[in-house]
């Protein structure tokens, strides 16, 4: 029954979105004789390279097999918002497409990141380049302004950079798990000029990215604890906390909570070993030719 209400849904929606575009919007004569409002079923069908029976029966909620590729094809016949398509798979009950990378945090998003203060706090994005931080941050890792902006990534730093072995406690667990989290989260990603110039060069640069990245491993990408050897704080443990930011797609916000109270008496020492770091947002990641960066 549940089956069948979710059927009948797709197809109201279904009809309710192809009622209400003009052959005119869609590229189509209207011809003499018009009755139906908006487009016939053999239009939709059309634009989208379906049957028209098998389009019928998608309206008449039968017992069909619909795929995401002519869900996508649907979407992209009906004008579908990306509101829209995200309800259409829904009720197709077809997980939703990967949003697309949005251009990078806003300054609103980058005030709340500077905002945590004394706790650590950054910005990921889809790549999981670091796209906004604050000074506790920058005191805690180093500050990533003074990276070449393709070296601006959690990952990255973790394999190439000296000095985070030292930092991280148990630096060879976490990591691994890092890879783990990584694949699973950036499935979106693969084929794409940032991830495969970056997990290339990570395998030519890092044996034990390459022997972890080629396990096929997978870890939720959650909230986590994590300790550091603080070269001047001394001792910290942290428990990260993930937020997604529904206004910038594919950016994440983590913040650094202390685990103890030993932790949150050292924070002010961390915005202080930023020696004097701006509050302002992170330069953005632009591509180049050598190093793509944000391609699509």
């Given amino acids: 029954m549940a089956d069948l209400e979710r059927r009948r849904r797709l197809a109201e929606f279904l009809r309710s979105r192809r009622e209400r575009i003009t052959p005119r919007e869609a590229g189509i004569p209207a011809g003499p004789r018009?009755?139906?409002?908006?487009?016939?079923?053999?239009?939709?069908?059309?634009?989208?390279?379906?049957?028209?029976?098998?389009y019928t029966w998608l309206e008449q909620a039968r017992d069909i097999t619909v795929s995401r590729q002519v869900l996508t094809s649907l979407a992209r016949a009906l004008m579908l918002s990306s509101v829209e398509r995200r309800h259409l798979f829904a009720l197709a009950d077809e997980q939703?497409?990967?949003?697309?990378p949005g251009s990078g945090p806003g300054p609103a998003l980058q005030r709340l990141v500077d905002a945590l203060e004394p706790h650590p706090a950054y910005l990921l994005d889809a790549n999981w380049d670091l796209v906004g931080w604050n000074r506790a941050e920058a005191g805690l890792i180093g500050d990533p302004a003074q990276l070449d902006p393709a070296e601006r990534n959690l990952l990255w730093l973790v394999f190439s950079d000296p000095a985070l072995r030292t930092l991280l406690v148990d630096w060879e667990g976490q990591a691994r798990?890092?890879?783990?989290?990584?694949?699973?989260?950036?499935?979106g990603q693969f084929g794409r000029p940032r991830f495969e110039w970056l997990t290339g060069e990570l395998r030519q640069r890092s044996?034990?990215?390459?022997?972890?990245?080629?396990?096929?491993d997978l870890a939720d990408f959650g909230s986590s604890r994590r300790e550091f050897a603080h070269p001047a704080a001394g001792a910290l443990t942290f428990d990260y906390v993930k937020l997604a930011a529904l206004d910038a797609p594919g950016v994440k916000l983590f913040a650094c909570m202390p685990a103890d109270a030993e932790t949150a008496r050292k924070l002010p020492e961390l915005v202080s070993a930023a020696s004097g770091a701006p509050v302002t947002a992170a330069a953005p990641v632009a591509p180049t030719p050598s190093v793509p960066l944000n391609a699509p």
């Fill in 177 to 187: 798990d890092l890879v783990a989290q990584f694949r699973a989260d950036t499935r």
């Fill in 96 to 100: 939703p497409p990967e949003q697309p």
């Fill in 34 to 54: 018009r009755r139906t409002p908006g487009l016939r079923r053999e239009e939709v069908a059309q634009l989208s390279g379906v049957s028209v029976t098998w």
């Fill in 207 to 216: 044996p034990e990215f390459r022997t972890w990245w080629e396990a096929h």
